[in-house]
């Protein structure tokens, strides 16, 4: 298993649609169920931050995620165009093998 930690700031009053886009049902992980290797997508936010949230995707492995995000470089790219609006900050934390 191979899993992908990313860590946002989200702008004011935009927490409720960084959730709906960003949660376990939401845009992304709606995109990534395009690939069969895709496991799952975790969200926390931060209790003693409110607008600082982490994602934890999981995949079968890194090839996969790689693979995955070369044949759908269109629209991985276009999805994170279009939620740029909602984070001041987002930065990809860490990579683990489990």
């Given amino acids: 298993m191979f899993v992908i930690l990313w860590e946002f700031e989200v702008k004011p009053s ?41 994602t934890l995707d999981y995949w079968d492995s890194e090839k996969s995620f790689v693979q995955f995000k070369a044949a759908h470089q269109a629209a991985y790219a276009a999805l994170d165009r279009a939620t740029e609006d909602l984070t001041v900050s987002e930065r990809r934390l860490a990579t683990f093998t489990l």
């Fill in 14 to 54: 935009c927490e409720e649609g960084f959730e709906t886009v960003y949660g376990p049902e939401g845009d992304w992980a709606r995109l990534f169920q395009a690939d069969a290797h895709f496991r799952e997508t975790r969200l926390l936010r931060d209790v003693s931050r409110p607008r600082c949230y982490f």
